[in-house]
């Protein structure tokens, strides 16, 4: 049995603890947050504190809080020579004070309070400056049902990078879409078939040979009239920006119309 403390209560640690108490090969120990009110409702469940003095020994104390607290936090944790991880894609593993042994748990997913999470869809990356820990990590992550790789510092940092791309900004996008198609009371449902299928479709094919649209067509006509209806100067720069980089992507160069030489 794996005995970990959770530190932290936004939605990775919430979503975490929800996973780790359903696992007969974990058990968590204890549950801190510096805010009792954010955690109290747990105490029937587990035990929820807010005094860093009372954490117990724990195989792993899991630091799931935003990345500028990872740092500080682990600096004033009152103890030593104990595995600590973080959960960030961003922070680096010397982040953590070298006074403990170090370690990432990453869970590569987006995490929203309303959304339930099925973990087995949830690749963790896992990272330790031991074998054995690393060992300890890996069971750790099976134990949520999730699919395991060992990924450094800098390739995780790379992947967190890459998933802004796929979720923060796709999101942005679908967002200025509902914007769009609300201004004339265009029902956003109407929409998420395509945007299901457009990732359905990566699965099969890579997003390079999945890309469809005018700009991949060089639909000229078609690309003046989208600049034409959007009203939002923001949204003509985002649409042109994406619509030349698609066109790059893909070996349209535009030809300059040169005057005839008298």
Request: proline share 3%; glycine share 4%; with cysteine.
């Amino acid at each position: 049995m794996i005995k970990i403390a959770i530190l932290g209560a936004g939605n990775v640690a919430t979503h975490l603890y929800k996973q780790f108490t359903k696992s007969n090969a974990v058990v968590v120990q204890q549950w801190y947050n510096r805010t009792f009110d954010a955690i109290k409702s747990f105490q029937n469940e587990t035990e929820v504190i807010d005094d860093l003095s009372q954490l117990k020994e724990a195989d792993v104390y899991i630091l799931a809080v935003s990345d500028d607290a990872v740092a500080s936090l682990s600096q004033i944790l009152p103890f030593e020579n104990r595995f600590v991880v973080h959960t960030s894609g961003s922070v680096n593993i010397h982040d953590l004070d070298k006074k403990n042994t170090r370690g990432v748990f990453y869970p590569l997913q987006t995490f929203s309070s309303e959304a339930d999470v099925d973990f087995n869809n949830v690749p963790v990356c896992i990272e330790s400056e031991s074998k054995g820990k690393l060992a300890l990590l890996k069971s750790l992550g099976e134990a949520l049902g999730s699919k395991i790789y060992k990924i450094n510092t800098e390739q995780r940092q790379t992947l967190h990078l890459s998933a802004v791309f796929v979720n923060n900004f796709s999101n942005q996008l679908y967002r200025i879409a509902h914007e769009i198609s609300d201004a004339k009371s265009i029902n956003f449902e109407i929409l998420k078939p395509l945007i299901q299928e457009t990732a359905r479709k990566i699965e099969d094919m890579s997003p390079y040979m999945a890309q469809t649209g005018p700009a991949k067509r060089n639909d000229k006509k078609t690309i003046k009239r989208h600049l034409k209806q959007l009203e939002s100067d923001e949204h003509k720069a985002i649409y042109q920006l994406m619509t030349d980089s698609i066109k790059r992507t893909h070996g349209i160069v535009e030809r300059k119309r040169t005057k005839p030489k008298n």
